[in-house]
């Protein structure tokens, strides 16, 4: 039994690429056909109405991108400064910073790590799935900011 390719009728040679063009040409004759044709465009983020669950997914990837820099870079610089950390404190320390400045410095650390830590949980309930509906998903996400900014606050006080 010799194996024989089919051919499908429907083909056509209309939609192949012609020999002989370059890059450019194929990409501008790509764009001429996509605007000639009306086509609706991708969804992007210029043509969403931002909501409050949309903002926050957004906060959550950029906190937990920003921790995890911020994590390494701490690790890297334990390892690669001269001195150990009490030493980097002692000089902070000697710099006799303002208080609201420290605690604004504080607060800008805990603020993250709070709302990344709440939005997490958030997110461990969804996957349980509860609080999918969309009333909820509002409810729980002014429940998440207001712990963030509660705890943010607590934190820096320390």
């Known amino acids: 039994h010799c194996f024989r390719a089919r051919v499908n009728p429907q083909l056509s040679i209309r939609n192949a690429v012609p020999l002989g063009t370059t890059a450019k040409e194929e990409m501008e004759r790509f764009w001429n056909k996509n605007t000639n044709s ?86 461990l309930m969804w996957d349980l799935g509860k609080g999918l509906k969309i009333p909820q998903l509002y409810q729980s996400g002014v429940v998440v900011l207001v712990l963030t900014v509660l705890s943010s606050v607590g934190l820096a006080a320390m």
């Open 38 to 123: 009306n086509r609706p465009v991708s969804p992007h983020l210029t043509i969403y109405s931002w909501s409050l669950p949309m903002a926050m997914s957004i906060c959550h990837r950029g906190t937990g991108v920003a921790l995890s820099g911020g994590i390494s870079l701490f690790g890297l610089s334990a390892l690669l400064l001269p001195w150990n950390f009490e030493n980097y404190l002692a000089f902070v320390k000697s710099l006799c910073l303002a208080p609201g400045l420290i605690y604004t410095a504080k607060f800008a650390f805990a603020f993250p790590l709070m709302y990344h830590t709440w939005n997490g949980i958030r997110h």
